[in-house]
């Protein structure tokens, strides 16, 4: 079944680290986005990518960075920059702008 | 960046009661979109709609786009408590989905 992977469901890591958030989708979709979930605060972009090798900050992109060697994989890294970064972080993917996104189901980070 | 202005922000509502909620924008959108995300995971597409006017049903879910194309609604009708969730309008602009901050909903059994 197609579908889209996000690994792993719950990481913590000390503050100072960096750690990076796997996503992985089957779709063939060439699209793919990172969104931020705050409670209250709805979905925030991070970071999105239209095609391979090509990738554009969205609304909060300060202290992470992303890559898009491969049309399935879509890895995010949360950098020691980031001074809040505990929240739940959620992957999509989609055909096009237009239709519906896919989400995997999320990871939750804690930075302690 | 653009946000939906989506209503209410939570709703408490008995089992069996009909729900309402809405998204507005200053912007005019082609496309809006309804997702449900339940606790700890992703959102789930519920409804497309893709033309002003539209009303489509999905089960006991209906949605509607709005003849202005700045708004679009989406009843439940006789909730049940798997109904409980975060519900999102979502529109395409400048190629990316643009998110309102949601409505949770919860339903007393």
Not at chain 1, 68 to 88: G, I
Not at chain 2, 5 to 34: A, Y
Request: net charge neutral; glycine share 10%.
């Amino acid at each position: 079944d197609g579908g889209i992977t996000q690994s792993p469901k719950y990481l913590f890591r000390k503050e100072g680290q960096n750690v990076t958030l796997s996503c992985e989708q089957n779709l063939n979709h060439d699209a793919m986005y990172w969104y931020r979930q705050d409670p209250g605060q709805g979905l925030r972009l991070i970071y999105y990518s239209q095609i391979v090798n090509d990738f554009q900050k969205g609304d909060i992109a300060e202290g992470y960075s992303v890559s898009r060697e491969k049309k399935e994989s879509f890895p995010l890294t949360v950098t020691s920059a980031q001074k809040n970064p505990t929240a739940f972080y959620l992957c999509a993917s989609s055909i096009d702008h237009r239709g519906g996104y896919t989400f995997g189901s999320g990871t939750r980070l804690t930075v302690v | 960046g653009q946000q939906l202005n989506q209503s209410p922000q939570s709703m408490f509502i008995q089992e069996g009661e009909d729900v309402s909620m809405n998204c507005t924008s200053s912007s005019i959108f082609n496309t809006w979109l309804w997702y449900k995300q339940e606790p700890g995971e992703g959102p789930v597409l519920l409804i497309a709609l893709y033309k002003a006017g539209e009303l489509t049903s999905n089960g006991r879910l209906t949605a509607q786009f709005g003849i202005t194309r700045k708004d679009s609604f989406l009843n439940i009708s006789a909730s049940i408590p798997s109904d409980v969730g975060i519900y999102f309008c979502a529109g395409p602009l400048s190629y990316k989905l643009t998110f309102g901050k949601g409505t949770l909903l919860t339903v007393n059994p």
